[in-house]
């Protein structure tokens, strides 16, 4: 399985993937957050992505006001910037948002470290699903983000998983 914890498996990937490992290179966007453990997650490490998806970036804070001040003080000029607090299963988070070369950029931080993170056991999950599954089931995944299905549910859907679909993932597949 592919070594999600460094983007360079991007270089070799689908356009997309190599424009995002360029993206996040000319930017700085992964050395700027290096003291929190960044990993890309979500759809574009995964080639499930559609022409709206963003790039998610999950990191681990100790100390959240110095995560939010370090968000601040390096992306807070980039187009439509916002930066929110939110609770997510009982775990404080932080999200901040921006526009930077075409991509949606979404910096997720919990103090939490990244692979206990929903967002990269989800992706985990998911790659695994769409290995043992081919070529025919990724492109049903994609068709239905196209509908506009999040990525999960879409994932239960085709499963035939009951319930919450982002908890129904979760119990799927035990990593």
């Not at 498996?9 to 453990?37: D, M, P, W």
């Not at 963003?54 to 001040?69: G, M, P, R, T």
């Not at 035939?160 to 129904?168: C, F």
Request: proline share 3%.
């Amino acid at each position: 399985m592919t070594d999600f914890l460094n983007i360079n498996y991007l270089k070799s990937g689908t356009a997309r993937q190599q424009k995002a490992f360029e993206v996040l290179n000319e930017n700085l966007i992964l050395q700027k957050l290096s003291e929190f453990e960044p990993v890309l997650v979500g759809t574009i490490p995964i080639n499930i992505d559609i022409s709206s998806s963003d790039l998610d970036v999950a990191c681990y804070w100790k100390d959240k006001n110095h995560f939010i001040e370090i968000i601040k003080q390096n992306f807070s000029e980039e187009k439509a910037f916002q930066i929110y607090e939110k609770e997510i299963s009982g775990n404080e988070a932080v999200v901040a948002n921006f526009f930077t070369n075409d991509f949606e950029i979404e910096i997720f931080g919990q103090n939490l470290p990244v692979q206990e993170q929903f967002g990269f056991r989800h992706m985990i999950i998911e790659a695994e699903i769409l290995e043992e599954n081919g070529e025919d089931f990724r492109q049903q995944i994609i068709t239905l983000k196209k509908l506009g299905i999040k990525t999960e549910p879409a994932f239960a859907q085709l499963l035939h998983l009951k319930g919450d679909p982002y908890e129904a993932l979760l119990n799927f597949k035990k990593i």
